[in-house]
């Protein structure tokens, strides 16, 4: 394999595929892993994907085409067969090692009542680098996707994602980003439709380094009446630029949603908006949002230090827990992961 | 166990603590009283090491340590243990996972869901730790957090303020527990016999003011704190009966 530099487990890759039920892995433009093991759950290039025609309407059905961004080099197509529960995920890996400038499109499709979960994680060496992923989801009807993201750029990656999602008739999608060692930049909106008793909910938990600029934001229409939406982002600043942005849209009556945006500044120099936006557009609707930016306070930090850590320690846990790290059902090794930077990135604050 | 000379201490440049002098054994229990600002909860805060309470005289000594200067956190792992007047929530972190990592850093193996159900607070675990709990269910929370911690020297504050009296009763259960009550205190044996054993006699300093929790954890003196000053000492339960016919103000006449 070509990986050089770059620890794969961090990301929630298992080279060996213990239970996991397919794996896709690109490195630049190239396909280093693609194969499945468990029937009714499919995992192709995109590429070879939509030279068929039965594949090939999915693209450019959840986003809107953009020619301006260029040709895609690959990506990954999963599908699985309606009403197939896949009992592991399929985990995905999409690597920047050498190229300047990684462009993929992604496609998910959970057929009818089936259900599956993506792990992907997204990293590089530590160098320049662009990464451009289109990802188109169609979650069909009474389908659930969970679909996990782990990104870890080096410091001088610039990420910008276009993320479109279909939520049919009584579907969930439930996604967790988790994001630390931002790249240099970061621009995402992902946009979700939702129908008719379909349910979404969104957790982001993003730490943001001195040479960051993160700009991210989910977007979520309510289209169906009984859709539900529940969007909760987590940002902590250890200085660095982090806007978090929430947008509910309501569009018929009977529809559900809260917006989340909370912010934790540890280091001066940081800069952390949260800027949550609701809209209706018809009565009878129900949405609410609770926004918040702030430090941590110094009772708390008191409160375990008297239970015996120290000031370091206390902070980790108190952000650790900010962050809904064992709320979110994380792989372990990320967890461990995650506590490691933390311990890093708090010591000497 | 603990010895406090001459404390003077400072809170945001206001002198709270105008000279306080306190000693407490080993095996002894303390029951500390005063009217409202009058400094007992500074003065727990002080032995407990928070840089907010700056001692500008004075010193604190702790098993033959002086400690006025060492962190909160090495006050632990010598064996301090406060149970705080209030209490803070912290969100997100499971009571469970709060109270393993407390062991953790004891180098204790403890059953944390025996003693939770023992004390009433096995269905709290999965809780986030304080959010949302009732005041009284706080205060079991402190106690839960330091039955794990096991401290030497047990520093509560009002720990009875708050709760029902069947919850003060099992507060009181907790407390003995710690202390390690029901084993009577050994006085005999060669000095040096003794000096080993001399830290298991574990001590606490409790703010009381109702003087509800001292019918089940037997205090063995009483202080009373008034305006930064310890004015009268004695035996906790008359110093009570005297406050509650007279109030404080017979006290200071006591000095
Ligand atoms: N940051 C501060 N700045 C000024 N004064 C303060 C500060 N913190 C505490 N004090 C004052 O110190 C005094 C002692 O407070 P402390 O909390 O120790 O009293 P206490 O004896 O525990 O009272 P209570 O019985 O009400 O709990 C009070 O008058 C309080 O207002
Ligand atoms: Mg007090």
């Not at chain 1, 849209?249 to 949603?257: I, M, Y």
Request: charged letters at 30%.
């Amino acid at each position: 394999m070509r990986v050089k530099s770059v620890d794969l487990k961090k990301v929630g890759f298992d080279e060996r595929e213990v239970d996991r039920s397919g794996s896709y892995m690109q490195v630049d433009s190239e396909v280093v892993k693609c194969g499945v093991k468990e029937p009714g759950v499919y995992v192709i290039p995109t590429k070879k994907a939509i030279e068929c025609d039965e594949y090939r309407k999915y693209l450019w059905k959840a986003l809107k085409e953009d020619p301006s961004l260029g040709d895609f080099s690959n990506g990954y197509f999963i599908i699985t067969e309606p009403g197939k529960k896949a009992i592991f995920p399929v985990q995905t890996c999409l690597l920047i090692e050498d190229s300047n400038i990684q462009h993929v499109h992604n496609i998910i499709v959970v057929e009818e009542d089936s259900e599956l979960t993506v792990v992907t994680g997204c990293s590089s060496v530590p160098r320049k680098g662009t990464h451009i992923g289109v990802s188109e989801f169609y979650v069909k009807k009474r389908g659930k996707l969970h679909f996990m993201m782990i990104h870890m750029w080096g410091e001088e990656v610039e990420v910008y994602p276009r993320t479109g999602v279909i939520v049919e008739e009584g579907a969930t999608y439930v996604s967790d980003y988790v994001c630390f060692k931002p790249g240099a930049k970061i621009k995402a909106y992902p946009t979700i439709y939702v129908d008719r008793g379909g349910t979404v909910v969104v957790n982001s938990m993003v730490m943001v380094s001195e040479t960051s600029n993160i700009d991210l934001g989910t977007r979520v229409y309510l289209k169906g009446k009984g859709a539900r939406a529940e969007i909760v982002s987590r940002s902590v600043s250890f200085g660095g630029v982090s806007i978090t942005r929430g947008h509910l849209v309501a569009e018929v009556p009977g529809v559900k949603g809260h917006l989340e945006c909370k912010g934790l500044i540890l280091k001066d120099g940081s800069i952390v908006s949260a800027i949550p936006e609701l809209e209706a557009r018809t009565r009878d609707v129900d949405l609410t949002h609770e926004a918040a930016v702030g430090k941590i306070s110094e009772e708390e930090i008191e409160y375990l230090m008297a239970r015996g850590f120290t000031p370091e320690e206390a902070q980790s846990i108190i952000v650790r827990g900010f962050l809904n790290v064992d709320v979110v059902n994380l792989p372990e090794s990320l967890k461990e992961e995650i506590d490691k930077f933390l311990e890093l990135t708090t010591e000497g604050i | 166990m603990l010895k406090v000379e001459n404390l003077k201490v400072e809170v945001d440049g206001k002198l709270i603590l105008k000279g306080v002098d306190l000693e407490l054994s080993p095996g002894k229990v303390v029951a500390l009283m005063g009217p409202n600002g009058s400094g007992k909860t500074t003065l727990m805060m002080t032995i407990m090491g928070f840089p907010r309470y700056k001692v500008v005289e004075g010193r604190i000594i702790f098993k033959d340590t002086d400690i006025t200067n060492l962190p909160v956190y090495e006050r632990v792992n010598l064996g301090i243990g406060l149970a705080f007047q209030r209490s803070q929530s912290i969100d997100g972190v499971a009571l469970r996972t709060f109270l393993k990592k407390i062991a953790e850093k004891r180098g204790v193996e403890v059953d944390i869901d025996g003693i939770a159900n023992e004390f009433n607070m096995g269905d709290f675990l999965d809780r986030f730790v304080n959010k949302g709990f009732s005041g009284g269910e706080q205060k079991r929370c402190e106690f839960l957090q330091l039955l794990v911690l096991n401290p030497d020297l047990l520093l509560l504050d009002e720990p009875e303020s708050g709760v029902d009296l069947d919850n003060i009763k099992l507060i009181g259960k907790a407390i003995n527990k710690i202390l390690k009550r029901e084993v009577t205190p050994q006085t005999e044996g060669t000095d040096s016999e003794r000096c080993v054993d001399k830290w298991k006699l574990k001590s606490a300093l409790i703010v009381t003011h109702t003087g509800y929790i001292l019918d089940y954890v037997k205090a063995d003196e009483g202080y009373v704190l008034i305006d930064g000053r310890i004015v009268c000492k004695g035996n906790p339960y008359e110093i009570l009966k005297i406050v509650e016919k007279y109030g404080y103000r017979r006290c200071e006449r006591c000095v």
